[in-house]
């Protein structure tokens, strides 16, 4: 069920409200009810594969309980990790460990509640939480704002909102924030996101065939592909977010107007902050960090990006998109006390930078990639419609740019200004957590009605990007 659809807006959601506040006398009946309609809200994609998830939110509460009890941790922790480790790498790298021939499906979320469960094993281990009722526990993992897509919140921020949740307090004033962020993020997926993929999706797949693409179609295709991923996600969270406070509990922030970044560290810092945070304090930390000595810093640095890019997909073009970022992480802590750029064009060279990288992690393969890359960098000429020809007296005049839309002669004037909207919002605007109540209200006005059409007259519900993930 997604967020985005008719049936998840006008019947999950009413539904689950309602119950949430019928119950709302015994905060545990709550408390039931909403690890209810979140088991329900899995089930709706696939219904056996919420055994998987039951099993995996059963065996990991029982290992931490054994874990709590025994003189040495180690092994119980160790067997913890070794189990989500598994179920992960046996669902979702199957095939790059050569076991396609099973056939499994990959589980819906299995990467977001695998590392939440990773997060609360390791906490427990150090003595961070207390030990949650099981049925806290459940709906920490379960609660159906963030099991398929993230926040990656931690244990220690969210377990305590469950244990004094509260469903009938300041009801009005909690529905009515948290309505106006989910609203804002339907906006960026259903107005901007599913806009862009307009213009990106067929330059990708035109490179996916071995299309030449020219300078025009290319970046067209690229810059509309960097929003439209941006968007996409940063909505679905935004969403979330909305959700969850709609239920009195608050998720992080988890996007800071990255493309505004100041350069690719600030950029990661601003990205998914959440898998950021997860990535930096449960996998380059423990590597060691930067406490060795800079060469095994780069190495603890090139293996955590290599594995959050891993952790996006079993292909080899994740791997590419995760070490790309490790090499930009490493060139920049070189020099960033060896020379000192002035700020516009450390924005420029961090967002060139950010833009090349999506080219793998969007394109289909290798092939793909440097096809669309000799796109982008002229490698097959410039070709100019017809229509704009007077206006860019130079390159092959072609009727249509056939790669760019369905290829109609508009197709050119509707990208480049649906990009420039987009750009503005991405460079220009704050972000949402960072707007005052007026500038919030403002944005909601604008889009409602868009909003509105698209999600009443879309022919169907377009899934979430990161849902692949």
């Not at 709906?139 to 993230?150: D, K, Q, R, T, Y």
Request: proline share 7%; charged share 15%.
């Amino acid at each position: 069920m997604l967020f985005n659809s008719r049936d998840f807006i006008l019947g999950f959601l009413p539904v689950a409200l309602a119950g949430f506040w019928l119950f709302g006398r015994r905060p545990t009946a709550a408390l039931g009810w909403l690890l209810g309609c979140s088991l329900f809200f899995y089930a709706w994609w696939r219904p056996p594969m919420l055994a998987l998830l039951l099993a995996s939110i059963a065996v990991n509460f029982l290992i931490s309980r054994l874990m709590r009890r025994a003189d040495r941790r180690e092994p119980w922790l160790i067997a913890g990790l070794v189990f989500n480790l598994g179920l992960l790498g046996l669902y979702k790298y199957g095939g790059m460990l050569g076991l396609a021939w099973l056939g499994l499906a990959l589980p819906l979320g299995i990467s977001f509640f695998t590392f939440q469960q990773i997060m609360f094993l390791v906490d427990s281990y150090r003595d961070e939480i207390p030990p949650p009722p099981f049925l806290d526990y459940a709906c920490f993992v379960a609660f159906f704002p963030h099991l398929i897509s993230g926040p990656i919140v931690r244990p220690g921020h969210i377990l305590p909102q469950l244990a004094r949740l509260a469903p009938r307090r300041e009801t009005a004033a909690r529905l009515a924030a948290g309505l106006e962020i989910f609203l804002l993020g339907l906006a960026k997926k259903l107005v901007l996101a599913d806009g862009l993929a307009r213009f990106a999706d067929p330059g990708f797949a035109a490179a996916g065939r071995g299309d030449a693409l020219t300078l025009i179609e290319a970046w067209v295709a690229l810059l509309a592909y960097a929003l439209q991923i941006y968007f996409d996600f940063s909505g679905y969270s935004d969403m979330a977010i909305g959700l969850a406070r709609m239920f009195g509990i608050e998720f992080p922030v988890n996007f800071r107007s990255p493309y505004q970044a100041r350069d690719i560290s600030d950029f990661w810092r601003r990205w998914n902050i959440t898998l950021s945070g997860f990535l930096k304090e449960y996998l380059y930390i423990p590597l060691g960090g930067n406490r060795h000595g800079e060469v095994k810093r780069i190495r603890n640095l090139m293996i955590t990006m290599l594995l959050g890019g891993l952790w996006h997909g079993a292909a080899w073009r994740f791997l590419l998109w995760g070490g790309l970022h490790g090499a930009y992480l490493t060139a920049h802590g070189w020099s960033k006390t060896r020379l000192r750029l002035p700020r516009p064009i450390a924005w420029g060279l961090t967002l060139l930078a950010v833009l090349l990288a999506w080219v793998p992690f969007r394109a289909q393969n290798f092939n793909a990639a440097w096809t669309m890359y000799k796109g982008l960098f002229g490698l097959n000429g410039l070709a100019v419609p017809a229509m704009l020809a007077r206006f860019i007296p130079f390159g092959h005049v072609v009727p249509v740019l056939p790669h760019l839309g369905d290829a109609r002669g508009m197709s050119l004037p509707q990208a480049v200004l649906l990009l420039a909207c987009g750009w503005f919002v991405a460079l220009a605007l704050p972000d949402l957590a960072a707007m005052n109540p007026r500038r919030r209200a403002a944005a909601l006005v604008a889009s409602f009605a868009f909003t509105m059409q698209a999600l009443f007259f879309a022919p169907a519900a377009l899934p979430f990007l990161y849902f692949q993930f």
